[in-house]
């Protein structure tokens, strides 16, 4: 079996094509053949060492947390999936390795892939479905009546956002770049700002939700976008954010792993074509090395960028 792996933390150059087999399954896991996988800028964070203090020096590591494929063997204790079944999932960040011919996965990071999805759709959905599901159902509440702002309304966070609010009726406007804007517009985004015209929205009356996926909103500026008893919603987390977090009432983190035990619901939400991925493009996994550089070096297109195995 090929992998994308590494043996220090470090540049895009510290990644390679390694031999892999994966470990005997545990009873709680599952193989799968992986069909498709999908970047996120997670990936290169954890190879720059983001989180060493946490994921340590045992070397080499995979790369790649969002996947889809096929059941291949399960252990003893798993209920929701069988052996044979389409499956889509990410992967522990402790654990990270979903750029791989096949890997081994605890069963609560999975589930059936909606049908009406192809392998590279349903890879798109994981970490960012379950990242606007924590943020706007779980932790915003989005519902009839509510006005929610969206900052990065384009982005593969802030799209899935976007869907979820207005599937609950919530009214939702959102910042992006300037060429996304009509795509915004099309999606329901209502009104819908440049980025770089910050002035213009904070202008624009006062948000239940103030929900920031691109990291560029100083929360000072999101929580004064706050009418009273508002919340401003973050995920791109510093220690002196964190910290802010555990404190105020008005500022919240919220991350992945807080809706990776959503993953059945917005399998259906996506079959029923209320969640729709979107794949900018997408190229063969023997072009993950260069795929992986170019997106950590900048490279923006819109939707999500998957490399099919």
Known sequence: MK???YDRYG???QMYFGDYTPPPLDRNQVRVRVKAVAINPLDWKLRRGAMKLIIGRAFPKGVGSDYAGTVEAVGENVTNVCFGD???GTMD???AGAFAESIAVDSRYLTRKPERLSFSEAACL???ATTAWAAIIDKAQARSGSRIFINGC???VGAFAVQL???RGAAVAGSCGKASMPAAKAAGVDPVFNYADSPSYREAGKFDVVFDTAGTMPVGEGISMLKRGGMFVDINPTPRRAIRGMLSGRYKLVFATMGTEQLPEIAKLANEGVLRPAIGFERPFSEALTTIAEAEAGFRNP????LAL
């Not at 939707?303 to 998957?306: F, K, N, T, Y």
């Open 3 to 5: 992998r994308v792996q």
């Open 11 to 13: 540049g895009p150059e």
């Open 86 to 88: 389409d499956v889509f």
């Open 93 to 95: 960040f402790k654990n």
């Open 126 to 128: 994981p970490i960012p």
């Open 154 to 156: 384009t982005g593969a």
């Open 165 to 167: 609010a207005l599937a």
């Open 303 to 306: 939707g999500r960028i998957v």
